[in-house]
């Protein structure tokens, strides 16, 4: 018999379908509740009860949490793209915050025992490097402030009825199961897809914006483990890849892994934070520093193998875009 009881959130996505596998091995009942707007049922483990649907849909919220009584919720139901967040704002504080109070209202009434929260080190903005949990975040997109106004949501629910809560600053995390068709996040999927199809790869800009890539299996387990450690009740981590990369860097890393020459097209900038990597003591102090990471060209090996087994996708435009101002071109000509 299951130990805990269990609701995901986007547990049919790309992280949240790992974070899915890990929780079932460590004795968890989940039930996974996703719209599969970015996610896909054949990435979800059998072993987990799948419902199809909206966090949006508060009377399936509640619903849901009391037939099952649910001990835990992890919450990685999101619209993770920074960069269109500027062109489709409604859409994402109706799904990035809206649905977030909804989980967070019924963890209240209900009386969870963690709420598990995936934000983004997208809250940061553009900081001092490497960025801290110290630090006070100062969002640059609407994709950042919707994650600190649930994470700021979440403190208050603490404070006035007790609410716990484990925030996680997750940042470029990529592997197998990510949805390569996405054209306007995770520049490594775009990548892949663009290698498969034989096009040039699109970086805007000059290709010197870094990130701190992080593979999968250096994220996923340590949310799944996180309601078992009481250190980590009620505190913010950053999780990922310690060291930045640019974006130039990464190509000739992929070209290493791909063994061949690639071509690049670039596109004019657009308005993005240009470095980004974080500090991660805080996060050794709680989980142990005895995790070795996972290298970006080892990680890059792996999800090529992946990739290349599941094939091109066809990129999928974003339906419902609420301002055309100042929308880069390339995803102008998705419309």
């Known amino acids: ?30 039930v996974v509740l996703d719209d599969l707007s970015g996610g896909f049922t054949k990435k979800l483990n059998e072993e987990a009860e799948f419902v199809k649907g909206s ?22 139901a999101a619209y993770a793209a920074e960069g269109l967040s500027h062109f489709i704002r409604k859409f994402n504080y109706s799904n990035n915050v809206i649905g977030s109070v909804n989980l967070i209202n019924a963890s209240i009434k209900h009386g969870i025992k963690r709420f598990v ?28 402030i919707a994650k600190y106004a649930v994470e ?31 054209p306007y996040r995770n520049v490594i999927g775009i990548f892949m897809n663009q290698i498969l199809k034989g096009k040039p790869l699109t970086i805007f800009g000059n290709g010197e914006q870094s990130r701190a890539f992080s593979y999968i299996d250096d994220v996923a387990p340590f949310i799944a483990k996180s309601v078992a450690l009481e250190q980590t009740k009620n505190q913010v981590y950053n999780i990922g890849a310690d060291s930045p990369t640019s974006l130039n860097t990464l190509v000739y ?7 061949k020459k690639l071509k690049i097209e670039h596109l004019p900038e657009r308005k993005e934070v240009i ?8 996060f050794a102090e709680a989980f142990g520093n005895n995790h070795e990471y996972t290298s970006l ?34 995803w102008k000509a998705l419309l």
């Open 1 to 30: 018999m299951a130990q805990y009881k269990s609701l995901v959130t986007g547990g049919a996505g790309f992280i949240g379908s790992h974070v899915v596998d890990h929780l079932l091995k460590a004795g968890h009942h989940l």
């Open 117 to 144: 929260f995936t934000s983004s080190i997208a809250v940061y903005g553009t900081g001092e490097l490497p960025l801290t949990e110290q630090q006070t975040p100062n969002p640059e997109d609407p994709y950042g």
């Open 275 to 282: 470095h980004a990597y974080a500090d991660h003591s805080k």
């Open 297 to 330: 060209k080892n990680g890059l090996q792996q999800m090529w193998q992946w990739v290349k087994k599941n094939g091109a996708r066809t990129s999928q435009k974003f339906e419902g875009i609420e301002i055309e101002t100042s929308l880069p071109p390339s």
């Open 55 to 76: 966090i949006l849909d508060e009377a399936l919220i509640e619903e849901l949490f009391r037939k099952h009584q649910f001990d835990y919720v992890f919450h990685l």
């Open 152 to 182: 700021l949501d979440l403190k208050t629910a603490n404070d006035m009825f007790g609410l716990d809560f484990t925030i996680f600053r997750p940042h470029n995390v990529y592997g197998e199961r990510q949805n390569i068709g996405d």
């Open 253 to 259: 890393t992929l070209e290493k892994v791909v063994d």
